[in-house]
């Protein structure tokens, strides 16, 4: 598939956490093969796994008839990775400070945070049921 | 990256694990499950060795919070031992290094288990 120039993969999976770990590989492979910076493999990593953990588990409540469906790019200047659900979507600015004291001992809510730290853009549809991830290669 | 290694050894004042590896999504589960195996068996005092571990995502996370709030409501304690700086990151950014107990050194952590007073250990669940 062809958008915007970049030549993007496509995978589709069932709501579970070992396919998930499979296209995240996958994902991680393509970026290692362009040369991508260790820090840059880590935050690519976190960022995706967030992106798929929060699909699986929010969006599509562990139902593993309902399908995650990823596209991806990687090309020497940046990475692109948007990750859908067949969830009902949700408001990401409705989402609690997870660094609020109040809910530090909460063990879930830190996905969209980690995102937003480790990738140079987040962005949501409208819907709320798809992440786009964009991490810049600042070294080029 | 590695899967994910659990080693768990017993002191007189603590619970030791080590993990060794990626605290990764194709991993959820394996350190709840090892914690509870510990809670089990009346032992809430744990350090927990992080100066193997490559990686954690929010899912690994989740999992030091669900161990340090058992603990704490068992009037034990949860310490950490010297994350590796992409991990430590990751307490910085979430803040979590607020939550939980973090120290250079395994000593260190030995020796605050050691100053925790906890009444006799009594398997639960």
Known sequence: MIMNGAS??????????????????????????????????????LSVEEALSNAIRHGNAYDVKKKVHVRYSVSPDRI????????????????????????????????????????????????????????????? | MNRLAITTSQTPNATIMELAGSADIGEAGLLDRRLQDTFSQGHYRVIIDLSRLDFTSSLGLGSLIRAHNRCR???GRLILVNPQPKVMRVFLTTRLNDLFRIVDRLDDALQACQETKTPPAKPSD
Not at chain 1, 26 to 38: F, V
Not at chain 1, 95 to 113: C, F, K, W
């Open chain 2, 73 to 75: 409501q068992q009037n």
């Open chain 1, 80 to 140: 692109d990775v948007y990750v859908s659900d067949e969830g009902r979507g949700f408001d990401p600015g409705g989402v609690p400070d997870p660094t609020a004291p109040e809910n530090l001992e909460n063990p879930s809510g830190r996905g969209i945070m980690l995102m937003r730290a480790y990738m140079n853009q987040v962005e949501f549809n409208d819907a709320g049921n798809e992440v786009h991830l964009v991490k810049l290669n600042q070294a080029s």
């Open chain 1, 8 to 45: 993007f993969q496509t995978v589709q999976i069932n709501s579970d956490f070992h396919l998930a770990k499979e296209v995240e590989d996958q994902i991680i492979s393509a970026a290692q093969t362009s040369g991508y910076d260790e820090d840059v493999i880590f935050a690519l990593r």
